[in-house]
């Protein structure tokens, strides 16, 4: 999978990338979400939390990680169908007539 997103991702800038790449090697629960804060993650990374969090935010904006779950005022997140390739698409059929 993490080859894939890397193809996947090639024409997004570079913080975008790492952080989607952190979120695909980061361990997950079982519902895919990545169980630390933003100030943690910006620390693996050595990013500031302000920019983590504004590149984070562009990225859940293109669709690349959903947030998962939200404790208080804290926001975790995981890996969206379109960074995993599990999107699912089912043809439309007509009805009978």
Do not use: C
Not at 12 to 22: E, S
Not at 55 to 60: E, M, S
């Amino acid at each position: 999978m993490t080859l894939r997103l890397l193809e996947h991702t090639a024409g997004l800038p570079a913080n975008q990338r790492l952080i989607l790449m952190l979120y695909a090697a980061h361990p997950t629960d079982r519902a895919g979400t990545v169980s630390k804060t933003a100030a943690e993650l910006a620390d693996t990374l050595g990013m500031s939390p302000t920019v983590f969090s504004r590149t984070r935010r562009q990225v859940v904006e293109a669709g690349w990680l959903e947030e998962s779950e939200r404790l208080g005022h804290i926001r975790y997140y995981r890996l969206s169908p379109k960074a995993t390739g599990e999107e699912v698409v089912v043809p439309l059929r007509r009805t009978a007539t």
